[in-house]
T-cell receptor, first 115, second 114 residues
Framework: AQKVTQAQTEISVVEKEDVTLDCVYE???????LFWYKQPPSGELVFLIR????DEQNEISGRYSWNFQKSTSSFNFTITASQVVDSAVYFC????????????WGAGTKLIIKP | EPEVTQTPSHQVTQMGQEVILRCVPI?????FYWYRQILGQKVEFLVS????????KSEIFDDQFSVERPDGSNFTLKIRSTKLEDSAMYFC????????????FGDGTRLSIL
């Protein structure tokens, strides 16, 4: 069974539009962490955010915001006023205390921002 | 800012040959990981390493794989007899002892098996 589901395989929007990337996770641990990573065409993995299971406060960082809802097991990522440089594959990941905090990855969402 | 470094950035190897991928984790980190990403697919966990031993490994990490921390700074992944399906990007990651810290990733080694 998928532990991290990113149902959107690819999203394409025009620059300056807002876009939300969905992530749904599954865990039985009470202590876990959720992450978003960005993978630009150059291939490296860029850490964006970490959220622990006890902190449901939403977070905003510039044009990026994250909405964590334990009730729906979701950790969605919104980019406002998207830019061409935001084009990348975005991965949501889960780490659980019971699994030595290894990262369990979603399939990724390819985001294309058109000028 | 300290970073995880991986060498080489690209490795081309004949099928059946052994290959060693090298990683230098961040110096005060205690937990080390290898992940694999087949082209166009998701990132998959291979193995975690702590206190000089494997702490977790996935089904992918079979007998052809091994990891080692030979000298206190390097962390290596060895693939004994490579197969075509081992072609992938291999990422090394490390984190410190505090559990809520994120894993820091290297830029990856692209392994191409011919």
């Amino acid at each position: 069974a998928q532990k991290v589901t990113q149902a959107q395989t690819e999203i394409s929007v025009v620059e300056k539009e807002d876009v939300t990337l969905d992530c749904v996770y599954e865990t039985r641990d009470t202590t876990y962490y959720l992450f978003w990573y960005k993978q630009p065409p150059s291939g490296e993995l860029v850490f964006l955010i970490r959220r622990n299971s006890f902190d449901e406060q939403n977070e905003i960082s510039g044009r990026y915001s994250w909405n964590f809802q334990k009730s729906t097991s979701s950790f969605n990522f919104t980019i406002t006023a998207s830019q061409v440089v935001d084009s990348a594959v975005y991965f949501c990941a889960l780490s659980e205390m019971d699994s030595n905090y290894q990262l369990i990855w979603g399939a990724g969402t390819k985001l294309i921002i058109k000028p | 800012e300290p970073e995880v470094t991986q060498t080489p950035s690209h490795q081309v190897t004949q099928m059946g040959q052994e290959v060693i991928l090298r990683c230098v984790p961040i110096s005060n980190h205690l937990y080390f990981y290898w992940y694999r990403q087949i082209l166009g697919q998701k990132v998959e966990f291979l193995v975690s390493f702590y206190n000089n031993e494997i702490s977790e490994k996935s089904e992918i990490f079979d007998d052809q794989f091994s990891v080692e921390r030979p000298d206190g700074s390097n962390f290596t992944l060895k693939i004994r007899s490579t197969k075509l399906e081992d072609s992938a990007m291999y990422f090394c990651a490390s984190r410190d002892r505090v559990s809520n810290q994120p894993q820091h990733f290297g830029d990856g080694t692209r392994l191409s098996i011919l």
